[in-house]
């Protein structure tokens, strides 16, 4: 299984580097990266593999919220985008 | 691997648009409650709603957790208690009390199915449900009534019709310095769906299973900013297409979060009720979606036909999205939870006669309209009588959930609070209708009903 991680707000350094730290430490494993830069945006998609997490989504998303505070964050499982973009 | 712009697109839909799933609401039947003892009856109520339902909001938690949609209701519809009542006898408010108990220990938010269907005639302990509805929602907080007093097969109880013109002033009445909420939480219906997920309407069907989940889907904000970004001189035809495959996206979600609800409560999947509801936040407007489609105001000429449009294109995008398509699904337009519908009736755009002409393309009726609070009961029946009329006439369901403000006149303005809003006091004729509506007895079931 997993899980679609994206981050959104103004670039900054160090964002990719801080999110998949935070990856690692939950052992949740780092599949594929995509990331644009639109004006001062920042946009990454990051998809990783969360068959061996050792913690739940929210609590990703918790720990990457406090280590890229000014980001906004979402971690959703890739279900409801394969159900609502794949027929 | 998945399409960025698809992820964003999601996303975008849930953050800025209030994408969200409205209910999850599990539907119970009581008929293994039914004892002739009132108090034991309603200790096995509770008991059974408690068991099948303690696990519900754990659940949608959960859910919303996983993908990140929010889930913002979770709720419980029963069977009819009129049935209960007829076995048990005594006050129903008993019952009444024992579901507000149940709702709060889950931690529901709305309980359904204090309700009554009298459309061909009063059977036991229907009567007495009808006369308790004042007291019990005036003396709990979380449970919602309904009554259907009519059907495109058997007509239209005008009996019922009479009483239910008082029953909604006397439940006003009672709740006036509560801002006359119990009248909110009480509807009256013809050809009331059994597996309605949908507050204040929500109520178990005798001919459902024992237990099932049933699912809300919402986001009138995702639709309307779809056509938003759609040019201006694009035809209807492009337009009924992107709202289909919006509500088709829409309906996908919902399938998702109900089977994986329906798994884990290891409970059958009912069905997806997709309808486009308002809430008073900014841009989750039904109003709104019609004013993109190129109305000035809601409410001005064309309305009728830009919401029959919208409410065909929703309920056919659904229909291929899910297993199992039920409840009103399309769009809802209840005048005090949107934003777009307060301003066209404050400046007098939208008038009660023309919701009553949307209603008979729309998914429901005359919803959360509150009316002067010198308005006679026979006015109200009437009003019912003649929302009745359209759907029974064009076998869809009709509801009538108005708000008679005691206290208060036509121009003021009644504020609920929270997701049911506020409403301006609408102008209702004055002329009256009380003769025919004192004649009583019933308006024989039309052609239609004839298909056999």
Known sequence: ?87 | MLNTKDIMETITMIQDEHLDIRTITMGISLMDCCDSDIDVSCRKVYDKIYNKAKNLVKTGEEIEKKYGIPIVNKRVSVTPVSLLTAVSGGDPVKYAKILDKVAKDIGVNFIGGYSALVHKGFAAGDRALINSIPRALAETNFVCSSVNIGSTKSGINMDAVKIMGQIVRDTAELTKMNQCIGAAKLVVFCNAPEDNPFMAGAFHGIGEPDCVINVGVSGPGVVRSALSKMPKNSSLSEVADLIKKTAFKITRMGQLVGSEASQKLDVPFGIIDLSLAPTPAVGDSVAYILEEIGLEQCGTHGTTAALAMLNDAVKKGGVMASSNVGGLSGAFIPVSEDAGMIKAAENGTLSLEKLEAMTAVCSVGLDMIVLPGDTPSETISAIIADEAAIGMVNSKTTAVRVIPAIGQKEGEMLDFGGLLGKGPIMKVNKKSSAIMINRGGKIPAPMQSLKN
């Open chain 1, 1 to 87: 299984m997993k899980a679609v991680i994206t981050v959104i707000g103004k670039d900054m350094v160090g964002i990719l580097a801080k999110v998949s730290t935070t990856c690692a430490q939950a052992n949740a494993n780092v599949v594929e990266v995509t990331q644009s830069i639109l004006d001062e945006y920042f946009a990454m998609i990051m998809l990783v593999d969360i068959d061996n997490m050792n913690c739940s989504l929210e609590e990703l998303k918790n720990d990457i919220e406090t280590t890229v505070p000014t980001m906004t964050v979402h971690v959703m499982h890739e279900d409801i985008f394969n159900s609502m973009h794949r027929i």
